[in-house]
C-alpha cells in the first residue's frame, strides 16, 4: 500500500480517498458520506480559536454519497455535518470524538500511524489476557496498560492482550459494547494517540494485540447512523431492535462500513487480531455472509479473526472452500460451563446442562459438549454441530472472562464463589488443555475486586432504562441480593484491580502457580504443535468428580499426564496411565498435601491414586 492509498477506500480506485475524512496527497482533506437520506448537506468546520467563525462548506452530491475537498485543514480540526433543517451531527466515520458521542468529530491522520507488521505467531500458540482498559489499572488508559507490559510479559509470561471494546461510548465508564463510533477511539482511554503508543509498545515487548469489536448492534446513545443511510433494517429482529443491514436495500455500503472498519484497526493501528462479539445476533441471509468477507479481508492484511458464538456451531472457523467463515478461531463456552458448574454446584439458568466430569472431558476432547448429539435441557432441544475435522486449537476457552463474571448480578470472580483452591484446578485444565486459553484480567492472582456491568450514560432515559433492566435480568438464575447500579459510579471504582494484593498470600502463591503453568504450557513439547487434539488421551470419572489428561510431543518423545481432582471430599481414583515412571512437577497446592512426587505404573497399565480434595497435579513420563 502506497502512502497516499487509504486502506478504507469503498471503490477499486487505488487514488479514491474512501468516505470518511482523509488528507489528499496535495494537503487538502477529502470529507464523503453515505447519505441517501440527506436532501442536502453541508460541512461545518469549527474554528480553532474561541472568537473565530466556523467554515460551512456545500457537499456535492454524487448518487447517494455526498463529498467535498477542503484547504487548510489539519489534523485534530473539529467537524459536523448539517442537514438542511439544521441538524447537526458527527461523522457516521468518525475516527476521533473528543467532546463525546453527541459533539463534533475530529480529523485523524491515520496515515501517519501506520508501523511495520508484527511477527504474532500462530493463534494456536496465543495464550491470550483479556483486560477491560479502564478497570485494569488506576488510571484507566491505554499508558496504564503499557505500564503493565512488563508484568504482562515477565511475571505472568502471556504472549498476547485481548482489550475489551473501545469504539467511542456514551460517557466516560462502560464495558464499551455500547459503542455508537465504531471508527473512533473512546476518548477517556487516550484517543487514536494512546492507542498507537500501546500497540507500539506491546509489539516491542512481543506481545500481540487482539480487539474486541462489535458488529452485531450499536448503542442506544449517540447513535445517528439511521439519519444519514439505512444502516438497520426492520427485515431481522435482534435483542436491541432492527438488525444492522447486511441483506437489505443498501447493504453493500453498510457491508463495506464494518469491512473497513475491521481492516482500519489491522492496517492503521496494527492489531493482529479481531474477536468478533456474539456473531450469532448477526442477521445475514446473503448468498455470502458478510462475517466470510471480513474474514478474507482481515486476513488478507495479515490479522488473525475470532468469533464469539453461542450455537456451537464450527462454520464461524470451517475454511470458506467448504462454506465457512473461515475465521482463524472461536470462544467455546462449554469448557467454561463444565468446569463451572462442577466446582461451583450451581445448576441455575444455562448450568443446569452442566456439572459432571464426563461434561470437562467432552470439552477438552471435541470442544463442544453440545455438538448435536445430546438434547439441552435449558434451550428445550438438541443444538450445537459436530466438530470432526476442527482442531481443538480452534476453539479459545476460558476459567472467566467479562461475559462470565459480569453477567452475574454483582461481578463475582471465581475464586469468591469457590474458593482459591477450587479455581486453580480449573486454571490447570485451561492452561494445559489443547485449546487456546484465555484469562480474565486478575484471575492470575486471584483478584478480590468483582466486575460487575457499569455504564455512564447521559441520557436520563437510557440511564434508567438500563438500572431497570439490570434489576430484571437475573431472574433465571434466582441470585439473591442488591444488583449494583451500573451508573453508579462506584459500581465502576470497585472494579479497579487493586495490584498490590498480588504481593501477599494468598495471591502471590496464586500468582506464581499461574506462571509455573503457563512457562509449562509455553513450553514443553508435549504441549506445543499442530492438531493438538490428535494428541491427547481424556477419560472422565463421573462418581469421583474427577478428569485425567495425556498429552504427547508429535514425535512422541515427551508425554504429560495430568489428573484433576474437583471433588471436595478424598477419592479413591483407579486410572490407566502410559506404564512407565513418571515425575510430579506440577500441583495446585501446598507441598505438605501433595508429598507423592512419583508415580509407577506396572506394564498393565494399572494404577491406584489417593485424591485429594480440590487439586491438579502434574507428572511428566521418563
Request: charged content about 25%; proline content about 7%; glycine content about 10%.
Amino acid at each position: 500500500m502506497t502512502p497516499t492509498q487509504d486502506p478504507q477506500q469503498t471503490t477499486g480506485d487505488p487514488e479514491d480517498p474512501g468516505l470518511g475524512a482523509n488528507p489528499l496527497p496535495d494537503g487538502r482533506w477529502s470529507f464523503r458520506v453515505w447519505a441517501p437520506r440527506a436532501a442536502s448537506l453541508q460541512l461545518e468546520l469549527l474554528p480553532r480559536r474561541e472568537g473565530d467563525d466556523p467554515r460551512r462548506l456545500e457537499l456535492h452530491r454524487d448518487g447517494d454519497v455526498f463529498g467535498v475537498e477542503v484547504a487548510g485543514v489539519e489534523a485534530g480540526d473539529r467537524y459536523f455535518y448539517v442537514f438542511a433543517d439544521g441538524r447537526r451531527r458527527p461523522d457516521p466515520r468518525s475516527r476521533r470524538q473528543p467532546d463525546g458521542v453527541h459533539g463534533p468529530s475530529a480529523t485523524v491522520d491515520l496515515g501517519r500511524r501506520r508501523t511495520q507488521r508484527f511477527a504474532a505467531g500462530p493463534v494456536a500458540d496465543w495464550v491470550i489476557y483479556e483486560l477491560h482498559v479502564g478497570t485494569f489499572t488506576p488510571a484507566g488508559t491505554f499508558d496504564g496498560v503499557v505500564d503493565k507490559l512488563d508484568y504482562l510479559r515477565d511475571e505472568l509470561g502471556v504472549n498476547a492482550i485481548e482489550l475489551m471494546p473501545v469504539a467511542a461510548f456514551a460517557g466516560e465508564r462502560g464495558w464499551g459494547y455500547d459503542g455508537v463510533h465504531p471508527f473512533a477511539v473512546q476518548e477517556s482511554y487516550g484517543g487514536p494517540s494512546g492507542l498507537s503508543r500501546l500497540v507500539h509498545a506491546a509489539h516491542t515487548k512481543g506481545i500481540a494485540l487482539i480487539l474486541d469489536v462489535v458488529y452485531n448492534h450499536l448503542g442506544p446513545e449517540g447513535n445517528y447512523l439511521r439519519e444519514f443511510a439505512p444502516y438497520f433494517t426492520n427485515k431481522h429482529e435482534t435483542p436491541w431492535g432492527d438488525a444492522l443491514n447486511f441483506d437489505d436495500v443498501g447493504a453493500d455500503f453498510v457491508r463495506s462500513y464494518f469491512r473497513d472498519n475491521a481492516l482500519q484497526w489491522i492496517r492503521d493501528y496494527g492489531f493482529d487480531g479481531l474477536r468478533l462479539d456474539a456473531v450469532q445476533m448477526i442477521q445475514d441471509a446473503s448468498p455470502r455472509h458478510v462475517l466470510a468477507e471480513i474474514g478474507e479481508a482481515v486476513q488478507a492484511a495479515g490479522g488473525a479473526l475470532i468469533a464469539e458464538s453461542d450455537r456451537n456451531d464450527p462454520i464461524t472457523v470451517r475454511p470458506r472452500s467448504e462454506g465457512g467463515w473461515g475465521h482463524d478461531a472461536q470462544w467455546s463456552d462449554d469448557l467454561h460451563h463444565s468446569l463451572h458448574a462442577i466446582s461451583s454446584g450451581e445448576r441455575k439458568g444455562y448450568y443446569e446442562d452442566y456439572g459432571r466430569a464426563s461434561d470437562v472431558a467432552a470439552a477438552l476432547e471435541r470442544g463442544f459438549v453440545y455438538d448435536g448429539s445430546r438434547p439441552s435441557s435449558f434451550r428445550g432441544t438438541r443444538y450445537g454441530k459436530s466438530t470432526s475435522g476442527i482442531p481443538a486449537e480452534r476453539h479459545v476457552v476460558c476459567l472467566q472472562n467479562h461475559d462470565q463474571i459480569g453477567n452475574r448480578a454483582r461481578g463475582d470472580r471465581i475464586a469468591a464463589l469457590v474458593g482459591i483452591q477450587a479455581a486453580k484446578v480449573g486454571a490447570a485444565v485451561v492452561l494445559l488443555c489443547p485449546e487456546v486459553p484465555l484469562l480474565f484480567m486478575g484471575e492470575e492472582f486471584a483478584a478480590t475486586q468483582p466486575f460487575p456491568y457499569f455504564t455512564s450514560h447521559g441520557d436520563p432515559g437510557v440511564a434508567r432504562s438500563v438500572t431497570e433492566g439490570r434489576r430484571h435480568e437475573f431472574s433465571a438464575f434466582e441470585w439473591q441480593g442488591e444488583v449494583p447500579d451500573p451508573q453508579a459510579e462506584a459500581t465502576f471504582e470497585r472494579a479497579i484491580l487493586q495490584w498490590d494484593d498480588r504481593l501477599r498470600d494468598p495471591h502471590a502463591e496464586v500468582l506464581a502457580f499461574y506462571r509455573e503453568a503457563i512457562s509449562l504450557r509455553r513450553h514443553h513439547p508435549a504441549l506445543a504443535g499442530p492438531d493438538r487434539r490428535e494428541r491427547l488421551l481424556v477419560r472422565a470419572f463421573d462418581p469421583q468428580e474427577a478428569v485425567t489428561m495425556e498429552r504427547w510431543s508429535e514425535d512422541g518423545s515427551a508425554r504429560l499426564l495430568a489428573i484433576f481432582a474437583f471433588s471436595r471430599r478424598p477419592q479413591r481414583l483407579p486410572f490407566q496411565p502410559t506404564p512407565g515412571r513418571w515425575r510430579r512437577i506440577l500441583h495446585t497446592g501446598p507441598e505438605e498435601k501433595a508429598p507423592r512426587k512419583e508415580l509407577i505404573v506396572g506394564a498393565d497399565g494399572w494404577a491406584e491414586m489417593e485424591l485429594l480434595p480440590l487439586m491438579a497435579k502434574v507428572y511428566e513420563h521418563g
